[in-house]
């Protein structure tokens, strides 16, 4: 088991009277680790982070770094160093001073500061706009930048606000994969807070979604994917099909769910969890369109037939119409070319299908409301 | 007109500009040459003046009064230097700590001038009189000797001035730190950087236009002030402006009046373009690069 290097014990941060920002959160992060708080505007991921840097004070809760609590100890005596969204480089210094600032103020020997600032301008591949002014220089160069100077001061944790969110998307793809290699060459644990689902899964160990100031599901990418533990955790990463359905029976370590809209279909007893009434959820790419009457077995099926469809290339998106109207999203990847064969068009009867092992549950909405969810990103719609 | 400002279009910029340059002729440039002229008379009151090109009566001048231009450099420089440390952390707390009441702060700030300078200068005379409010509860609660005195006294001068010229001091220093981004300054707070060294390796530089354009803005109407030593001062105690105005308005000698005023202005202008070499001229006019 991996040391602890940060951790948060039922962190609580209001304002006024009303508003918690973040509401009792307690959560570990690895040593090494590259953790990503990952949520909607408003969900308290910034605050969580902020208070871990020193900028807020929690209005109760205790925040430990490497053992020991730091609750209370402003930022400037904690070993942990921020990556500012908007950069923050300072104007009146050149970039190797801006980089070398933390080694200083820690009066660190001047050789020592030289070579070390001169290796990280070297790591982020910086060295020749060493004398520029922060002014001269492009906004990936002032990330990369701001990346150095926090890390040159080899804290024990590195913490990123939404770093990438002011860099175009080219950019922004580029400098994910730049990020995770700095971060596996460093060994740092890195804290990364954004609100976009892909950087959160493209760099991640782990991820905590989060979502009204507290964390919904928190796991490795691929377990928060495949198998997502609320209705907004399915709806945030990624497309979902949901389908409201009751519990009728067991067999072995599956579970038989009778959907709403009439069919029986199977899925993992684990994903019930002993609940009676769930949603049946699928993701869009894990769907095969078969024939309509000829159900493969062992696998889950329900009629319906073809609204629409799109061609983006790479695949075709599919919505189709079951019995009570409810529209199910299905990704075809486009292995063969496409050819627009007879079974593919709009109006074609279909078999909607799916291994039991790929469907995961949810808690159903409450009885008497509307399942309002976008039919292609499966999204709730509030 | 309009179609043939069309064909010249740089006709249009000098002919928008022609208001300006022509205030600025008509009492700048002329009153300016005028006045140099009139350094350069000779005569009375009585008898009169002539053009006599006396070159002479800047060397003659300069001799007589040099105490009094020291006077103002030492008063004015003193002054604002006062001005930047009552000034800075009051600026510093309005931009940083102000939060809503910002503009009520800055209102405060720019109170006093909705009353006369003479009479809040006057006031000082009662505040600073030697058993008036300051001194006399000091004296009586023997925190100072009896005989101790402020009023006509160089420092009561100085006082003077720098109460008069804080908001010049002030604004400017209160607009460079305002446009300091909270984030720079959190980052100095995460790069381990202490309060103080926040304050001497971040906030300050960052706000030297603000330092700049205050010293300027205090410093030179501060050499060339005559009220603060005529209404706080004793006769040991004038500065350059009150023998201008001595010149000018007292005795009516023109020339000497008027060949004062050119060593002032010249002075202060050196003294201005050595400081703006110095401090670097993108801060003097404000323009750097983010």
């Known amino acids: 088991m991996a040391q602890v290097d940060v951790r948060l014990v039922d962190v609580t941060k209001t304002y006024g009277s009303d508003v918690r920002a973040v509401d009792g959160i307690s959560l570990d992060v690895l040593d090494g680790e590259f953790f990503s708080l990952l949520g909607p505007s408003g969900c308290g991921k910034t605050t969580t982070l902020r208070m871990i840097g020193g900028f807020e004070e929690p209005t109760s809760g205790r925040i430990e770094l490497q053992g020991e609590e730091v609750t209370w100890l402003p930022p400037h005596r904690r070993n942990v160093n921020t990556v500012f969204q908007n950069y923050a480089l300072f104007p009146h210094l050149s970039i190797r001073e801006n980089v070398a600032f933390g080694l200083r103020r820690r009066k660190v020997a001047d050789a020592e500061v030289r070579t070390r600032v001169a290796e990280m301008l070297e790591l982020v591949e910086l060295s020749a706009l060493a004398d520029r002014k922060p002014g001269q220089i492009s906004g990936g160069q002032a990330q990369r930048v701001a990346l150095a100077r926090a890390l040159v001061n080899r804290p024990a944790v590195l913490l990123l606000d939404e770093p990438l969110g002011a860099l175009d998307l080219r950019l922004r793809k580029q400098m994910q994969i730049e990020l995770k290699r700095i971060q596996v060459e460093v060994g740092i644990t890195f804290i990364y807070v954004t609100h976009d689902q892909e950087e959160a899964m493209t760099m991640s160990d782990r991820i905590a979604v989060m979502n009204h100031g507290r964390y919904e599901q928190l796991g490795a990418p691929a377990e928060i994917y495949e198998r997502p533990s609320t209705r907004f955790v399915a709806g945030f990463l990624g497309a979902s099909n949901l389908l409201p359905g009751t519990v009728v029976g067991a067999e072995g370590d599956h579970v038989a769910v009778r959907l709403d809209l009439g069919p029986i279909v199977r899925l993992p007893a684990a994903a019930i969890a002993g609940r009676s009434r769930v949603d049946v959820g699928v993701r869009p790419e894990k769907i095969r369109l078969g024939s309509a009457g000829a159900a493969t077995p062992g696998v889950n099926a329900i009629p319906g037939h073809i609204q629409d469809l799109s061609y983006t290339g790479v695949s075709t998106q599919y919505r189709v119409a079951l019995a009570d109207g409810h529209l199910v999203t299905a990704y075809a990847q486009n292995i063969a070319r496409a050819d627009g064969g007879a079974s593919a068009l709009p109006g074609a009867e279909v078999l909607v299908e799916w291994d039991p092992a790929d469907a995961f549950a949810v808690d159903p909405l409450p009885a008497g409301t509307e399942p309002a969810t976008d039919p292609v990103t499966g999204a709730p719609i509030e | ?290």
């Not at chain 2, 500009?17 to 140099?36: C, E």
């Not at chain 2, 201005?272 to 110095?278: D, G, K, P, Q, S």
């Open chain 2, 1 to 290: 007109m309009f179609a043939w400002l069309r064909r010249h279009p740089s006709a249009t910029a000098y002919l928008l500009l022609a208001p300006g340059i022509l205030y600025l002729a008509l009492f700048y440039v002329w009153p300016t040459v005028g006045m140099f002229l009139v350094s350069l008379e000779t005569g009375t009151i009585q008898t009169g003046y002539t053009q006599s090109w006396n070159f002479g009566v800047y060397p003659q001048v300069l001799g007589e009064y040099w105490g009094d231009f020291l006077n103002s450099i030492l008063y004015g420089g003193a002054a604002t230097l006062a001005t930047f440390a009552i000034g800075f952390p009051l600026a510093w707390f309005v931009a940083f700590r102000g939060g809503r009441y910002k503009t009520l702060l800055l209102f405060l700030i720019i109170a006093p001038f909705f009353t006369s300078f003479i009479l809040r200068t006057i006031s000082w005379k009662i505040i600073l009189a030697d058993n008036g409010f300051l001194l006399g509860t000091l004296k009586d609660l023997g925190l100072l000797p009896d005989e101790t005195r402020i009023l006509a006294t160089p420092v009561a001068v100085i006082a003077g001035i720098t109460y008069n010229f804080l908001p010049f001091m002030t604004l400017p220093l209160y607009v460079a730190l305002e446009k300091i981004p909270p984030s720079v300054l959190e980052a100095a707070q995460d790069l381990y950087a202490d309060p103080l060294s926040r304050l001497r390796r971040v906030t300050l530089p960052l706000a030297m236009p603000g330092v700049i354009a205050g010293s300027l803005l205090t410093f030179i109407p501060a050499v060339g002030d005559f009220v603060n030593a005529e209404l706080l001062g004793n006769p040991r105690t004038t500065m350059i402006g009150n023998v201008i105005q001595a010149r000018f308005l007292k005795v009516s000698d023109y020339p000497t009046g008027a060949a004062l005023a050119f060593i002032l202005m010249a002075a202060i202008l050196t003294g201005v373009l050595v400081y703006a070499r110095l401090a670097g001229t993108e801060e003097l006019y404000g323009a750097r690069a983010g």
